[in-house]
């Protein structure tokens, strides 16, 4: 029983990853939207947090920032960085 089971993950894996490269083809080096072509390790990485879209070429549009732009700005818009965010508050 084992067996099977491993044998019908690896081909839900397999799909998978196919489907996705198909989707993506029509991009840059197949890269999808999201990440970005690196040339030393000749595979897609995610964009750096405070980008996204195709080739990572979007910065976060405020109030958002960080990985894939999901979190929300509490701060002005030009204090906010679109990868970290609000400035940390300190009181000496």
Known sequence: MFVIILTISTVYISCKATVTYLECESYFR???PG???NNKTQTCEACMDGYHGENCS?????P???EECQM???CSKN???ISKGCPIETTE
């Open 30 to 32: 197949g890269c999808c």
């Open 58 to 62: 979007l910065p976060c549009p405020y």
């Open 64 to 66: 958002f920032f960080g």
């Open 72 to 74: 929300i700005c509490n």
């Open 35 to 37: 990440t970005l072509w």
């Open 79 to 81: 204090l906010c960085d």
